[in-house]
Structures are given as structure tokens and as C-alpha cells.
């Protein structure tokens, strides 16, 4: 006997299924509480709606726990590559050696973009935000596989999409960035793995041979694990919203890429490390920091800090912060801005205002520590977020169409006039 929920509003009782997830979560089915009643449920902000059924990813944000596929974040941070993980997202489980050698060559065989990609990078301004041409750039792909432009198409069809996608976006990611330096592009070579081609394309040279410190492929490995799916996020959700529309695929990634890029989101990780900056030469005590945050009027928050989801501590801020430290250690740099994040991190754990709303450091806030000891310019920091995402990105949106979910489509709850009559020009 499956459980239920019961509404009573006046003098009626509407009863609502109560439906569970693998991991003993409830929620209440509200599909037919307009029809039973005519109310809709109001949520600002989707604080407390579930949008979606999913068996991607499972967060706990109490106990914080990330799991992808079920295999805990901890141990394929540890263990895995982000291209085992890719093909974990996107298939559903861990590959066999077959099947991994086989998506990682039909990866390599697609890293070239078309060269007329580099008109188009020629076309923006120098100090263009990366986020803006690379959103661009991916829905302009659309432009070049018109055969894509039908998400219905047979799965093997999706497929090509989905591993172009993950193929071209290094390529993309490094070319913007040579092209605003002034340097030229470099092609991908496939005789490095992802990680390292993407390293390649975007620090070498075509003038010397190019090498690069384990510890730092490593540390990048990581990094795009603990970025690749996060569920239903604001940039995931946007993602399946347009996806849900039938746009292409190409499209709903761009959408993605827009949404990850403001602050509140992906953007953290860049203001993060603007705000560190910002601490250093504004100087002043760290907490007096602490006492702007917290002052509404300022407008002014700790970015890196506090989370929708996890109200205890982000397992993704963890393993950062340590691979923050190996990569420091490894490369020997020592980074002033490191101090203040941990004197800030101190500061903020300590106060009754960040512990009472349960505002801990997220995955953005030691991210930024490890890319800047990379070399990689602040602006690049939320593209690798991107980069990151992509397979989390795909995965869902493979799930939203196969599961044939409905168009998105939210109601309100209206509040500006009443029927009121036109009144022409003259006589207002
Ligand atoms: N600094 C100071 N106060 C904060 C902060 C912060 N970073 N975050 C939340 N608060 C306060 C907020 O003012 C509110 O206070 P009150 O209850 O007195 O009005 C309370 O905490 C709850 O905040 P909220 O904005 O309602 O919480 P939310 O769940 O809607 O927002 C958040 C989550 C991540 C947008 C927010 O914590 C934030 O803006 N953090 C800084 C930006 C950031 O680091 N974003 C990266 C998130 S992790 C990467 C990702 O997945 O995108």
C-alpha cells in the first residue's frame, strides 16, 4: 500500500501519493493538486521542489555526501580519471577496458574544430569574458552538424553530438585563451590523454617541446571529477529546461554555460579569488571581512561560502583543500592569498552568523588556489568549471529526453492589475 499525503485547505481534503527514492527519500507527488483543487504550490527559487526524477547523482546535504552513479566522490576522486567518470555519468556504469579504450579513442579522433572556429575567435574584442565566446561558440557548433539539430534522432545519433562535445570543448576552452593572448593556437595531439592535450593546447608553445608536472594533471583530474555533475542545479536545471523544449543539444549546453557563469554559481570560483585579492590590497583585519559579509547593507558576501544544498560541510571543498596544499607543496609556490582563504575560512567558521545559517566553504572556495598555482588567468577559472561540468551536463539532459519528460513549464501566482481598460495616448 503505497503512502500518502493529505492537503486540507477549507473544508476539503485532497490525498497526494508519497513517492521514495533509492535512498529512502519522500516527497510528495503534487501532479494532480491543481485538478483535484485548482491550487498550484509556490516555491520561489525551487527551495523545496523536487523538479525531476533522476538516478544520476545523489546528494546528501546534511550528512554531505556526493555520490555519482552511486560510487562516493571521495573514492573516484581517488581512483578514477574524468573521462572514466564521463562515461560513468553518461552510460550509467564504470566502463569495461573495451568499452573505455573505445570512447577515449573516438574522443581523440573528434578534439579538431573546424578552422573556421578561429573567424570567430578573431571576431571578439581582447577582453571579451571567455564564458561569453565560449556559450557562443558551442551553440554556433549547431551551425556546423545541422544533421544534429534534432535531439529525437536514434541514440547512436546522440551519441556523435555527446562525444564531439566532449572532444571539441578543450580545444575551444584553449584556443580562446591563446587567441586573447595574442598567441597561436596549437592543434591537439593524440598522444596525450584529455587532461594532459588540454594542458598542452593551452600552456605550450610551438616554439619548445612541452612537459608537465604529474602532480598538476593530477590535480586537474580531480578537479573535473569533483565538477562533474552536481543534479539539479541552476545550471543543470537550465539545461534540461531548454533540452525540454526539444532545442539541440548544442543549444541546451550554451544555456548551461550562461547560467553557470553568473556568481551565485560557477562565477564563484573568479570572485572568490577577486575577493582574496581584493582583502590583500584593500588590507584591513580579516574580520573586518567577516563583519561586511554579514552586514546586509554592504552588498558584499563571502563568495566561496554557503550552499543551497549542503548545510554541513561540501565533501567537494575537502578534497580540494588538500589537493590545494599537494600542488602548492609539489610546485613550491607560496601563495599569500592561500593565508588569507584560510585565515577567512577560520574567521567565518567561528562566527554565530555564518554558523547559525550552516555557511560553510563550498567547492569554489579552494578551487581557485590550485588554478592560479596552474597559471591559469583568474577569467579562465569558471570555464573550467564548464569543462568540468559538460558530462554532468549531457548526462542529465540524455535522461530528460529518454525519460520523455514534459516541456518545463512553471505557473505563478499573478500579482499586477486586475482587468483594467486601454486608455488611448492623449488622455493619460
Ligand atoms: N556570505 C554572507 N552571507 C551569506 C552567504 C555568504 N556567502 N551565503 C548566504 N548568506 C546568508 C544570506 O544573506 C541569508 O541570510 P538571511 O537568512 O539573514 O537573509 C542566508 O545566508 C541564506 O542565504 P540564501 O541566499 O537564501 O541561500 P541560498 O541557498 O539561496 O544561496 C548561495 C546559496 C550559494 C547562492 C549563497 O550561499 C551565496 O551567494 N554564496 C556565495 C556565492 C558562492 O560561493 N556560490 C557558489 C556555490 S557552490 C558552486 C556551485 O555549485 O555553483
Request: glycine share 6%; aromatic share 12%.
Amino acid at each position: 500500500m503505497s503512502e500518502k499525503a493529505t492537503i486540507q485547505f477549507k473544508d476539503n481534503n485532497y490525498e497526494l501519493p508519497v513517492v521514495t527514492g533509492t535512498e529512502n527519500e519522500s516527497a510528495i507527488d503534487i501532479s494532480s493538486l491543481r485538478g483535484q483543487s485548482g491550487l498550484i504550490t509556490l516555491d520561489i527559487g525551487y527551495k523545496n521542489t523536487g523538479s525531476t526524477y533522476s538516478a544520476i547523482t545523489y546528494l546528501d546535504g546534511e550528512k554531505g555526501i556526493l555520490q555519482y552513479r552511486g560510487y562516493p566522490i571521495e573514492q573516484l576522486a581517488e581512483k578514477s580519471t574524468f573521462l572514466e567518470v564521463a562515461y560513468l555519468l553518461l552510460f550509467g556504469d564504470l566502463p569495461s577496458k573495451e568499452a573505455y579504450d573505445q570512447f577515449t579513442e573516438s574522443i581523440s579522433r573528434h578534439t579538431l574544430v573546424h578552422e573556421s572556429i578561429k573567424k570567430f575567435l578573431d571576431a571578439y574584442p581582447t577582453n571579451s569574458h571567455p564564458m561569453g565566446q565560449l556559450s557562443s561558440l558551442i551553440c554556433s557548433l549547431s551551425a556546423f552538424y545541422p544533421e544534429s539539430l534534432d535531439p529525437n534522432r536514434s541514440p547512436e545519433e546522440v551519441d556523435k553530438t555527446v562525444i564531439r562535445l566532449l572532444a571539441k570543448l578543450p580545444t575551444m576552452v584553449s584556443w580562446i585563451y591563446k587567441k586573447s593572448i595574442g598567441h597561436p593556437v596549437l592543434y591537439p595531439q593524440n598522444k596525450y590523454d584529455y587532461v594532459t592535450n588540454f594542458l598542452y593546447m593551452f600552456f605550450g608553445q610551438r616554439t619548445e617541446e612541452y612537459e608537465v608536472d604529474p602532480v598538476v594533471v593530477d590535480a586537474m583530474e580531480k578537479l573535473l571529477i569533483l565538477h562533474a555533475d552536481h543534479e539539479q542545479n541552476c545550471s543543470t536545471s537550465t539545461v534540461r529546461f531548454v533540452g525540454s523544449s526539444h532545442a539541440p543539444l548544442y543549444a541546451c549546453i550554451s544555456a548551461g554555460i550562461s547560467a553557470l557563469w553568473g556568481p551565485r554559481h560557477g562565477g564563484a570560483n573568479q570572485a572568490v579569488l577577486e575577493m582574496l585579492q581584493n582583502i590583500r590590497q584593500g588590507g584591513g583585519s580579516i574580520q573586518s571581512w567577516v563583519e561586511k559579509a554579514k552586514d546586509k547593507d554592504s552588498g558584499f558576501r563571502l563568495m566561496g561560502f554557503g550552499h543551497r544544498v549542503y548545510k554541513n560541510f561540501d565533501p567537494r571543498a575537502r578534497i580540494i583543500k588538500k589537493a590545494s596544499d599537494d600542488v602548492l607543496n609539489k610546485l613550491n609556490i607560496k601563495d599569500p592569498l592561500l593565508d588569507i582563504a584560510r585565515e577567512l575560512e577560520e574567521a567565518a567558521l567561528k562566527d554565530d552568523y555564518f554558523i547559525e545559517r550552516k555557511l560553510y566553504p563550498n567547492v569554489d572556495f579552494y578551487s581557485g588556489i590550485i588554478y592560479k598555482a596552474i597559471g591559469f588567468p583568474v577569467e579562465m577559472f569558471t570555464v573550467l568549471f564548464a569543462l568540468g561540468r559538460l558530462p554532468g551536463w549531457i548526462a542529465q539532459w540524455k535522461e530528460m529526453m529518454y525519460d520523455k519528460q514534459p516541456i518545463g513549464r512553471p505557473r505563478q501566482v499573478y500579482t499586477g492589475h486586475v482587468k483594467r481598460d486601454y486608455v488611448s495616448i492623449e488622455n493619460r
